[in-house]
């Protein structure tokens, strides 16, 4: 008997001391709001989490080193998603389920989660712990809804037609300017194709992407979401899908079959494999892009609409670091954004792999130092700037209607549908998910 | 009662990791989930109570939730019974007493064990892919050029039906105890009277094994019911092409994590519940009239 309670004693004992280790600790909380108090000088730990390419994760990786050497109190785990595909449902998961990082990278849908209370306004840490003497105005502002800073940039971006240098000469043809309207790209692309013989085309079939629709949508002075509500008409939609219908007729693009067989993203395009010999890319991924392939990128202007369209092209910052509302250590992770953006050697190493930095002393600096290749880059964006217009915020529930885009895209091009009704169907699907 | 919990309490108290585990990952999910199920609920913000309007809207006003279903009752419903009568078939080629017997088994469970992984679908990827090993084969062996098996919506779920079948280990395995389970006098005195292998096959092996195909079928169809990995992976992530391979989990998905419309997804769950229960019930209903047992059924 006394056995039995000997056991029962310990088996007690067992499970209390198993069952607290796996809650929250008082101890911690302690340490926290000492914290807040004194500075940094107990152990800091916070999370930091981003998508995107091998590049910028190893580079994001060493400038967490470098930050963890100059405040060694200071430890932050990177959570990182390579592509945006899972991004948004990790995040997401974790906003929910009260567990999100203290530093969340985001894009230019920021403001959804602004309306959703997530993030922390920055305005108190501005100046104090986020120094912002070499950030443009307008850059801060990109990260602002009503005047409350929410983000700070991370780099801007524009986009253009990457082109593939070796397979132009092969093809024997003068490489593109940038200087094309939609059907001199067209044809340009068909031409390619009919010099590279089988297998091997103009250009990438681009009409699933919504931000390209919306990029020639604008050429007409419409917008998928433009102060609060849509502004497209379904003719545009007909136009987007007749015009890739057309390339596809032409030869100019890929095959319906080729076309789903690739996500187009760095690490599954057709592009890369050198099956593509052009193909609509963010201006920071050209580094990305370059890295896994062989032969030599450029990227010169997307197509205009012509002599009396306006300018469709816009400068976004391409992601912004924001820090959840309810973070443990607001300080410190304000002290990494400032590093981000400011400290010279993190500024060297992040580079422009996130796009053009904010700060323009690191701008400077990177320019000196740039290679051939990153100084294509900056041309670039040099010409992109005189050719843009305000960016306009990504429509809310963005994803539901690049998925029906990409389904109707592949429907037309297969044959399953007509024009006129995947434009209706599209029309419809942007009005009640913005309208959700 | 107090004497009962005293001769109890060490066998539960060693019980209660699992149990609050159960409870905590298990039971308290699937109560929230009915709740949310009723509510308008986008994953970061909090829930508000809607009703039924979920599944009004799943069955009035959901082309997708259609495509989605129609793409699972055809995956269950070719890729179950091709894989069963697979596994039965390689299983009796072993119950033959093959050499190495032992190295065949691994090798054919092999599949089964990498199944679900990620590793698989992209090799799969690879192998259908317009200019992967099957092609290059059917070209080289055939003259014929034939499409890109996975993205081509034509073929791109039969692909996946393809991979599961190959992944027929478990059930293999299943099926060889059971056939080692039937004595073998019974096929003796078959062969005194002159019977056929194919005969014997039908009228001895089948009938006896009839509760193994049960649990086999029953198990299969609920996992194949639930089928999410290979499409997830395959279509990266999109149930594409046009839907082609829009399974109801990968849909629930999209629709929960990627859509913002986590009290829909719930209230899709729910469904699939009860047509899996739907369905197991109907097996085990008419399990009576085809599944035999050794002591008639006692």
């Known amino acids: 008997m006394t056995k039995n309670r000997i056991m029962l004693f310990v088996t007690i004992l067992t499970i209390i001391t198993l069952l607290s280790a796996c809650t929250p600790g008082g101890a911690d909380k302690v340490s926290s709001d000492d914290q807040s108090a ?399 | 009662m107090a004497r009962l919990w005293k001769k109890n309490a060490i066998p539960y108290l060693f019980l209660l990791p699992w149990l609050i585990g159960l409870l905590a990952l298990t039971v308290g999910p699937m109560i929230s989930s009915v709740y949310y199920s009723l509510t308008n609920y986008d994953v970061i913000s909090s829930p508000t109570y809607i009703g039924f309007d979920n599944y009004k809207k799943m069955f009035m006003d959901d082309p997708r939730f259609y495509t989605s279903l129609k793409v699972t009752f055809i995956y269950v419903f070719t890729s179950v019974p091709l894989k069963l009568i697979f596994a039965l078939l390689v299983a009796s080629l072993m119950n033959k007493g093959l050499r190495g017997l032992t190295f065949y088994r691994t090798l054919y469970y092999l599949p089964t064990l990498l199944g679900g992984s990620v590793a698989i679908a992209v090799l799969w990827r690879k192998i259908f892919g317009a200019t992967g090993i099957v092609n290059h084969f059917l070209l080289l062996f055939f003259g014929i050029e034939a499409p890109d098996w996975i993205a081509n919506p034509e073929y791109s779920l039969y692909t996946i039906v393809a991979l599961s079948v190959w992944q027929f280990g478990s059930s293999m395995i299943i099926f060889l105890a059971g056939l080692k389970q039937i004595p073998q006098d019974f096929y003796e005195a078959a062969q005194v009277d002159g019977a056929s292998k194919w005969k014997q096959f039908l009228k001895i092996t089948i009938p006896l094994l009839t509760p193994v195909i049960f649990f086999n079928l029953i198990m299969q169809l609920i996992s194949a019911f639930q089928a999410f990995t290979q499409s997830f992976i395959i279509s990266g992530g999109t149930g594409g092409p046009i839907d082609s391979t829009l399974f109801y989990t990968l849909y629930l998905y999209l629709k929960g994590f990627s859509f913002y419309e986590m009290g829909y997804a719930s209230a899709m769950a729910w469904v699939l519940l009860i047509i899996i229960a739907f369905f197991t019930f109907i097996i085990f209903s008419t399990s009576k009239s085809w599944v035999h047992y050794g002591d008639g059924g006692k």
Do not use: C
């Open chain 1, 38 to 436: 004194n500075g940094s000088k107990e152990s800091v730990e916070l999370r930091f989490s981003w998508w995107g390419s091998q590049v910028r994760t190893e580079n994001t990786l060493k400038v967490i080193e470098l930050f963890e050497k100059k405040y060694p109190n200071i430890k932050i785990t990177g959570e990182y998603v390579g592509g945006t595909d899972g991004y948004w449902n990790k995040i997401n998961t974790q906003i929910a389920g009260g567990n999100a990082p203290d530093l969340i990278q985001l894009g230019n849908n920021f403001p959804e989660y602004v309306s959703r209370n997530t993030l922390l306004d920055l305005n108190p840490y501005i100046g104090k712990k986020i120094n912002v003497d070499h950030i443009d105005k307008t850059t801060i502002a990109a990260g602002q809804v009503d005047g409350i800073t929410y983000g700070i940039s991370l780099g801007s971006n524009s986009f253009g037609v990457a082109y593939n240098t070796e397979l132009i000469k092969k093809a024997g043809m003068e490489p593109p300017n940038g200087d094309w309207t939609w059907d001199g790209f067209g044809k340009y692309a068909a031409d390619l194709t009919k010099a590279l013989g089988k297998g091997i085309y103009g250009t990438v079939d681009e009409s699933r992407f919504p931000l390209l629709f919306n990029f020639m949508a604008r050429q007409s002075g419409h917008s998928l979401y433009r102060d609060g509500k849509v502004s497209v008409v379904e003719q545009d939609f007909v136009n987007w899908l007749s015009m890739w219908d057309k390339f596809r007729k032409e030869g100019a693009t890929t095959t319906a079959e080729m076309a789903a067989a690739y996500t187009e993203s760095p690490d599954n395009s057709s592009f890369v494999e050198g099956k593509t010999a052009m193909h609509f890319i963010w201006s920071n991924q050209v580094n990305a892009y370059q890295k896994v392939m062989k032969d030599e990128i450029n990227i010169v202007l997307p197509p205009n609409g012509g002599q009396s369209a306006e300018k469709g092209l816009w400068l976004q910052p391409s992601q912004v670091v924001s820090v959840n509302a309810k973070t443990k250590y607001p300080e410190e992770a304000a002290m990494f954004i400032d590093f981000m953006v400011n400290d010279p050697e993190a500024t060297m190493i992040l580079g422009n792999e996130r796009g053009i930095p904010a700060s323009a002393t690191a701008r400077e600096a990177l320019m000196k130092n740039a290679t051939p290749q990153d100084k294509k880059i900056y041309d670039f964006i040099d010409i992109a700037i005189q050719n843009s217009t305000t960016n306009d915020p990504e429509p809310p529930n963005g994803n539901e209607f690049t998925t029906e885009m990409l389904n109707i895209s592949q429907s037309v091009a297969f044959g399953k549908k007509s024009i006129a009704e995947g434009s209706k169907v599209l029309f419809e699907k942007v009005l009640t998910t913005v309208n959700k």
